[in-house]
C-alpha cells in the first residue's frame, strides 16, 4: 500500500513555472515507477511523465518534453515535476501515481494502482 500526496499547485500566469511535489509513504519507494498524470475538465487523465525505480530513467509526453522535468529524490520518498513555460493548456488538477514495478514508465492511467488526491495548476493567459 503507497498513500501519495501532492503539493506545489497554484495559479500563475503565462511563461510562468511551477514545481509540484509528491511524497509517497513507502518503505520500498524503488520498487515503484512514480508518474505524473493530468486531467483538464471535460477531458480524459492524460500521462505527462514518469520516473522508474531501477535506473531514474523518465518519459515524457511529447507536450511536456523542453519544458517539464520530472525526477524523484529516494531520501525523501519524493517524485518531483519542474514545469517552466506555461501555457493556459498546462490548467488541470496534477496527479502523482505509482505502479509495482522498476522498469516500464507505461503511459496508461489504468496500468497504475496508487493515486494522490491531486493538485491543482491553473494557468492565466
Known amino acids: 500500500q503507497v498513500q501519495l500526496v501532492e503539493s506545489g499547485g497554484g495559479l500563475v500566469q503565462t511563461g510562468d513555472s511551477l514545481r509540484l511535489s509528491c511524497v509517497a509513504s513507502?518503505?520500498?519507494?524503488?520498487?515503484?515507477?512514480l508518474a505524473w498524470f493530468r486531467q483538464a475538465t471535460g477531458k480524459e487523465r492524460e500521462f505527462v511523465a514518469g520516473?522508474?525505480?531501477?535506473?531514474?530513467?523518465?518519459a515524457y509526453a511529447d507536450f511536456a518534453k523542453g519544458r517539464f522535468t520530472a525526477s524523484r529524490v529516494s531520501a525523501a520518498n519524493t517524485l518531483s515535476l519542474q514545469m517552466g513555460g506555461l501555457k493556459p493548456e498546462d490548467t488541470a488538477i496534477y496527479y502523482c501515481?505509482?505502479?509495482?514495478?522498476?522498469?516500464?514508465?507505461?503511459?496508461?492511467?489504468?496500468?497504475?494502482?496508487?493515486w494522490g488526491q491531486g493538485t491543482q495548476v491553473t494557468v492565466s493567459s
Open positions: 520516473v522508474n525505480g531501477e535506473d531514474r530513467r523518465t
Open positions: 501515481a505509482a505502479r509495482e514495478g522498476t522498469q516500464r514508465i507505461p503511459g496508461s492511467a489504468r496500468e497504475y494502482i496508487y
Open positions: 513507502t518503505r520500498t519507494f524503488n520498487s515503484y515507477t
